[in-house]
């Protein structure tokens, strides 16, 4: 008989995990809380690590649709505007490690696995609900949710991002930690932009306490926008959804370059304007018993949130979604036995991209000599330092790709 799996949340890791679940065979029946499944304006990058699993699940047509393909990684100094170092990406990307990096909309990403789930029958979505509680009795799991339904299944998979209730249920280890670290959001028309501020690669700017990163999503139809700043965060962190004051952040760019200047002041204040994320994380994760435990696992932001330092968070959710794919298919194991297998499979990777994303954060921050020295070694191994084979060469499976 098949199995049913249960999955509480429906944003990218969700609607990955519900994917992966069907294609391994089991019936899925995923609880969100939004009566709409739609995403905030924001882009994302994925790694030729992600976009391999993507193409395995059948979404390579879907996803040249509407993602952009960046000819390089440009970094910049934010002071200066001198550049420091290039990685080329498009066919080298290709060549070295099986798969394009590209750049996409959160709600494109979304939105193409949203459709791929719609496609499996064996998927039931649950819109407007929350998985409020579980148990774990007699070799099953049950769940209640905020309509006050009561469901019994084999697996439960907490996808509820950063403030899991699933996670605060299984684990008991209070809420993530906040930082100091404020990120402005903005996505910006390229055909609106000065001709001199479009752009068709990834370009960060590095500054002391402060960084940005500019570049194509949507097929290259618009910007998408990030400085991240440190500065005290907003009383109400689980919104991480804010208005921001764009006066703010001109004040924190103050004794950046013109360039980087001329760049955000060239953000429309009207509509959706500037938005402000507080960057909240936890320590990476120490074993496996924090990613499952008997019928329950966590994937994704429920798991191991991180800082956006290595541009990984929404590719390790689709990475765990593979992973928990290939264990669910095991159907000659128990279930409790498949879940370990993910939760083994999968926490070292996470936690050392955890560890990698918190250091970056302190490298691209730096300041006094800590930054001369970065700056200088920037320039002097550019390509090998800006490249990270053990991330772009691992799919999170039981093989890392290796070219031909």
Known sequence: MKKQVLIAGGGIGGLAAALAAAQAGCDVRLYERQGLLSEVGAGVQLGPNVVRHLHRWGLQSALES????????????????????????????????????????????????????????????????????????????????????????????????????????????????????????????????????????????????LHAIQYPVRCGELQNLVVIVQGPAPADLQNWNHAANAADLEQALRGTCPALQDLVRAVPTAGQGWRLWPLSDRPPVSSAEQMAQGLVALLGDAAHPMRPYLAQGAGMAIEDAAQLQQSLAMHDIELTLRLRRYALNRWRRNARVQARSERNGQIFHATGPLRWGRDLSLRLLGERLLDVPWLYRGDGLAAEFSAT
């Open 66 to 209: 509407v993602v952009a393909f960046p000819t390089q990684l440009q970094v910049r100094c934010a002071v200066s505007g001198r550049t420091l170092a290039v990685l080329p990406l498009a066919e080298r990307a290709v060549q070295r490690y099986g798969a394009p990096y590209v750049t996409i909309h959160r709600a494109d990403l979304q939105g193409l696995l949203l459709a791929a789930v719609q496609e499996q029958a064996d998927v039931q979505l649950n819109l407007g609900q929350t998985v409020e509680q579980h148990r774990q009795e007699s070799g099953a799991v049950l769940i209640r949710t905020s309509a006050g339904q009561e469901v019994e299944g084999d697996v439960l998979i907490g996808a509820d991002g950063l403030w899991s209730r699933i996670r605060t249920q299984l684990l008991a280890d209070g809420p993530p930690r906040t930082s100091d670290h404020l990120a402005y959001r903005a996505l910006a028309l390229q055909n609106a932009l000065p001709s001199a501020l479009r752009s068709t690669q990834v370009t960060a700017w590095l500054g002391p306490r």
